[in-house]
């Protein structure tokens, strides 16, 4: 299902406004600029303030339609222009906002093929207006005007004011935006020319964390090459492409232009640059990092390459970071492609470098002239810290010592200082290798380098604690976060009457950890989700229901940014701390004779408390009815339920009709549709109730297995 556009909803609210300068930017449009309201008094002179101030949200509104499918709109409110316009004092004032909704009404209407007898008129008709209002008319829009009168047949002396256009003269310019905006011609190269606004910068945390979806804004709209405007088909399609907030809708546009027949103007077929580095923009705000968003960026920057366009350090680094995911799991293949692109960029830093374009291009990316010119464009084009991260992060992932000492050993030739996320995307292999030793130093060096950590580094540092059995340091972490919560014991948590502790809990992690908690930091969803399954997993139910019960009565941070109240500012449940609930009733069930037998061994972890809540079928029932309240447009995955089935055998010793019972319950409120392994299961469950001789589900999956073997 495509994304819906944000630009069409923003026109569709505007639409329903009710006709004042307030109503046309709402909540979820553009912040305006300074040219989107001009002031009534200076912009229209000559009009009374009623005339004006209809006349500028009429042209503000029509500057904001974006699309084709917006005409008949955008004809309206042409139409609603006619009574205010013909009162403006030409003699005074600036109306360079109305010049520019014109020009841009006319490329809507041009946009649309084919163009029959009524669209042509309408198209005079607006050049008509714009030029009795002062406006100039522009080269690309006396080229469509021309070729209007040949194709329906027009006679020039029809034409009235504009007939001595379509012999060949053009009257002075007025229009003070026009000598800015004017495209070049068709004949004229495209203005390639590398744009600001489309060098953002790219994710810069590579580390397993990573919530900066979050806080996604709109990607900034390209405007169409006009020398693109006589093929319309392909003017087109720059616009989705250069408009759209869907990489969905841009992409198709994308791979239509691809297959477009070639123009008989070879300055025709050349791709925009704009156009393709807001596409990769588009491409960074995806997650997660699947392999399609790889393959597309390599079809992308290809194609940057082949135009002879130049390609950004953040679009090498973003090709980077996306050639090692897309996997369960990253293997150490995956750090050899990531390292092959890494290659390629310094190859291509270096050709351009020695190419006779360089210069061209420093000057396209200066941006302050007392800036060398050759260390700025070494710096625009080879690897900064944000590509040796990437690099790192993705040797951490591989768990290989070698992988990551390689990496490392490239960020200390280049000479580059690490910053801290650096130093913390080195903690994934740390923990899973248990070195401790390593972790703490990694910490100490944070401190001394004089880096502050934010919560996902706090949460990683949390991780590599509570993987390592370490539950103490995990949990002195917590109750300072939560105590920034608390603010003081106001608000019912879970370490109410023990805020004395605080400062000394806080006081033995800066001095014996070098862990700093700031005052204002408060914990988030990956910290609640990280310590529910660490304490699940490691046997103690009472402190994950407890640090889950804190999670459901605080408020989201990231919800009280976008201006939410109330309950709905505060965490929902998620699938993985229910998935790590009930993976702990597998491992530490008890089956209604108190048997505690399983795999993985049931012991207490240093840390955690001992008596608590029994990891009984009771207290599994409790939970499984709270899990039943969600909604049903949250569908668990298929690891959610398996571990539920899998702890319902555990806890009722084998009952397979309870099970058949819990199944049904399932299937009647998310339906039947689920993978391979869950089908197996469902098999095994029915089969058990039709039999005697009943076999557990783990038994069933193990023979289907070697026999598929």
Same mark, same amino acid.
């Given at each position: 299902?495509?994304?819906?556009?944000?630009?069409?909803?923003?026109?569709?609210? &505007?639409?329903?406004?009710?006709?004042?300068?307030?109503?046309?930017?709402?909540?979820?449009?553009?912040?305006?600029?300074?040219? &989107?309201?001009?002031?009534?008094?200076?912009?229209?002179?000559?009009?009374?303030?009623?005339?004006?101030?209809?006349?500028?949200?009429?042209?503000?509104?029509?500057?904001?339609?974006?699309?084709?499918?917006?005409?008949?709109?955008?004809?309206?409110?042409?139409?609603?222009?006619?009574?205010?316009?013909?009162?403006?004092?030409?003699?005074?004032?600036?109306?360079?906002?109305?010049?520019?909704?014109?020009?841009?009404?006319?490329?809507?209407?041009?946009?649309?093929?084919?163009?029959?007898?009524?669209?042509?008129?309408?198209?005079?008709?607006?050049?008509?207006?714009?030029?009795?209002?002062?406006?100039?008319?522009?080269?690309?829009?006396?080229?469509?005007?021309?070729?209007?009168?040949?194709?329906?047949?027009?006679?020039?002396?029809?034409?009235?004011?504009?007939?001595?256009?379509?012999?060949?003269?053009?009257?002075?310019?007025?229009?003070?935006?026009?000598?800015?905006?004017?495209?070049?011609?068709?004949?004229?190269?495209?203005?390639?020319?590398?744009?600001?606004?489309?060098?953002?910068?790219?994710?810069?945390?590579?580390?397993?964390?990573?919530?900066?979806?979050?806080?996604?804004?709109?990607?900034?709209?390209?405007?169409?090459?006009?020398?693109?405007?006589?093929?319309?088909?392909?003017?087109?399609?720059?616009?989705?492409?250069?408009?759209?907030?869907?990489?969905?809708?841009?992409?198709?546009?994308?791979?239509?232009?691809?297959?477009?027949?070639?123009?008989?103007?070879?300055?025709?077929?050349?791709?925009?640059?704009?156009?393709?580095?807001?596409?990769?923009?588009?491409?960074?705000?995806?997650?997660?990092?699947?392999?399609?968003?790889?393959?597309?960026?390599?079809?992308?920057?290809?194609?940057?390459?082949?135009?002879?366009?130049?390609?950004?350090?953040?679009?090498?680094?973003?090709?980077?970071?996306?050639?090692?995911?897309?996997?369960?799991?990253?293997?150490?293949?995956?750090?050899?492609?990531?390292?092959?692109?890494?290659?390629?960029?310094?190859?291509?830093?270096?050709?351009?470098?020695?190419?006779?374009?360089?210069? &061209?291009?420093?000057?396209?990316?200066?941006?302050?002239?007392?800036?060398?010119?050759?260390?700025?464009?070494?710096?625009?084009?080879?690897?900064?810290?944000?590509?040796?991260?990437?690099?790192?992060?993705?040797?951490?992932?591989?768990?290989?010592?070698?992988?990551?000492?390689?990496?490392?050993?490239?960020?200390?030739?280049?000479?580059?200082?690490?910053?801290?996320?650096?130093?913390?995307?080195?903690?994934?292999?740390?923990?899973?290798?248990?070195?401790?030793?390593?972790?703490?130093?990694?910490?100490?060096?944070?401190?001394?380098?004089?880096?502050?950590?934010?919560?996902?580094?706090?949460?990683?540092?949390?991780?590599?604690?509570?993987?390592?059995?370490?539950?103490?340091?995990?949990?002195?972490?917590?109750?300072?976060?939560?105590?920034?919560?608390?603010?003081?014991?106001?608000?019912?948590?879970?370490?109410?009457?023990? /805020?004395?502790?605080?400062?000394?809990?806080?006081?033995?992690?800066?001095?014996?950890?070098?862990?700093?908690?700031?005052?204002?930091?408060?914990?988030?969803?990956?910290?609640?989700?990280?310590?529910?399954?660490?304490?699940?997993?490691?046997?103690?139910?009472?402190?994950?229901?407890?640090?889950?019960?804190?999670?459901?009565?605080?408020?989201?941070?990231?919800?009280?940014?976008?201006?939410?109240?109330?309950?709905?500012?505060?965490?929902?449940?998620?699938?993985?701390?229910?998935?790590?609930?009930?993976?702990?009733?597998?491992?530490?069930?008890?089956?209604?004779?108190?048997?505690?037998?399983?795999?993985?061994?049931?012991?207490?972890?240093?840390?955690?408390?001992?008596?608590?809540?029994?990891?009984?079928?009771? /207290?599994?029932?409790?939970?499984?009815?709270?899990?039943?309240?969600?909604?049903?447009?949250?569908?668990?995955?298929?690891?959610?339920?398996?571990?539920?089935?899998?702890?319902?055998?555990?806890?009722?010793?084998?009952?397979?009709?309870?099970?058949?019972?819990?199944?049904?319950?399932?299937?009647?409120?998310?339906?039947?549709?689920?993978?391979?392994?869950?089908?197996?299961?469902?098999?095994?469950?029915?089969?058990?109730?039709?039999?005697?001789?009943?076999?557990?589900?783990?038994?069933?999956?193990?023979?289907?297995?070697?026999?598929?073997?």
């Amino acid at each position: 299902m495509r994304e819906q556009d944000p630009l069409k909803t923003s026109g569709a609210q &505007q639409r329903h406004g009710s006709g004042t300068t307030e109503d046309v930017h709402d909540s979820t449009s553009h912040p305006p600029t300074m040219n &989107q309201y001009p002031s009534p008094s200076s912009s229209t002179a000559g009009l009374s303030p009623p005339q004006a101030v209809e006349l500028s949200t009429l042209t503000s509104d029509l500057k904001r339609l974006r699309s084709e499918r917006d005409v008949v709109e955008a004809w309206g409110i042409f139409q609603k222009l006619q009574k205010p316009l013909s009162n403006v004092n030409h003699s005074g004032g600036d109306i360079t906002l109305l010049y520019t909704s014109l020009h841009h009404l006319i490329r809507l209407l041009s946009a649309i093929t084919p163009r029959p007898g009524v669209l042509c008129s309408r198209i005079i008709s607006a050049i008509s207006t714009l030029r009795q209002a002062g406006g100039r008319i522009k080269k690309w829009e006396l080229q469509l005007l021309r070729a209007i009168v040949k194709e329906q047949n027009i006679h020039f002396q029809d034409l009235e004011h504009l007939k001595d256009l379509v012999a060949g003269t053009l009257s002075p310019a007025t229009d003070p935006e026009a000598s800015n905006t004017t495209p070049p011609t068709p004949s004229s190269p495209p203005e390639d020319e590398p744009s600001p606004l489309f060098d953002v910068p790219p994710p810069q945390d590579p580390s397993e964390i990573d919530f900066s979806e979050e806080f996604q804004s709109p990607i900034l709209v390209a405007p169409i090459p006009t020398t693109f405007t006589q093929d319309h088909e392909r003017a087109r399609l720059l616009n989705l492409m250069g408009t759209t907030q869907s990489f969905n809708e841009a992409w198709d546009a994308y791979r239509a232009l691809s297959s477009h027949p070639l123009a008989e103007d070879p300055t025709l077929n050349k791709y925009p640059s704009r156009h393709l580095h807001r596409l990769v923009s588009l491409l960074a705000t995806i997650r997660p990092r699947t392999r399609k968003v790889y393959l597309s960026l390599v079809s992308i920057m290809s194609t940057l390459r082949a135009s002879g366009h130049p390609i950004y350090v953040w679009e090498w680094n973003l090709l980077m970071d996306a050639s090692a995911k897309g996997w369960r799991k990253t293997r150490f293949e995956d750090y050899r492609t990531s390292l092959r692109v890494f290659n390629d960029m310094l190859a291509y830093q270096k050709e351009v470098l020695e190419s006779h374009d360089s210069q &061209q291009i420093g000057r396209n990316v200066r941006s302050s002239s007392h800036v060398d010119e050759s260390i700025l464009l070494h710096n625009t084009l080879g690897p900064d810290i944000y590509s040796y991260t990437t690099l790192i992060s993705h040797a951490a992932r591989t768990l290989s010592p070698q992988a990551l000492e390689h990496a490392r050993s490239l960020l200390n030739s280049a000479g580059i200082i690490p910053n801290c996320v650096t130093l913390l995307a080195q903690l994934r292999l740390h923990t899973h290798h248990n070195q401790m030793f390593a972790v703490r130093r990694t910490i100490a060096e944070i401190r001394d380098r004089g880096f502050t950590l934010d919560i996902y580094g706090v949460n990683s540092i949390i991780r590599a604690f509570a993987w390592n059995e370490d539950m103490e340091v995990a949990d002195s972490i917590y109750r300072v976060l939560r105590s920034n919560v608390d603010a003081g014991g106001s608000e019912d948590g879970l370490f109410d009457g023990v /805020n004395e502790g605080i400062t000394a809990t806080a006081r033995f992690l800066d001095e014996v950890e070098n862990i700093i908690i700031p005052p204002m930091m408060v914990p988030n969803r990956i910290t609640y989700t990280l310590l529910v399954q660490a304490y699940a997993y490691q046997g103690d139910l009472t402190r994950a229901l407890q640090v889950f019960a804190d999670m459901l009565s605080s408020t989201d941070p990231i919800a009280t940014w976008r201006g939410e109240v109330g309950a709905v500012a505060r965490f929902p449940p998620v699938m993985q701390i229910f998935r790590a609930i009930f993976l702990g009733f597998y491992r530490h069930g008890v089956d209604p004779t108190g048997s505690t037998t399983h795999y993985r061994g049931h012991h207490i972890i240093r840390g955690t408390h001992g008596p608590g809540l029994d990891w009984d079928l009771g /207290n599994l029932y409790t939970i499984y009815k709270g899990f039943l309240e969600l909604s049903t447009n949250q569908k668990p995955g298929d690891r959610v339920v398996y571990w539920l089935i899998m702890a319902f055998e555990k806890c009722s010793g084998g009952d397979y009709w309870r099970m058949k019972e819990v199944w049904a319950t399932l299937e009647g409120r998310w339906g039947d549709r689920w993978g391979a392994r869950l089908r197996r299961v469902r098999k095994a469950i029915y089969h058990n109730t039709e039999h005697a001789e009943a076999a557990s589900i783990g038994d069933v999956l193990e023979d289907e297995s070697d026999d598929r073997g």
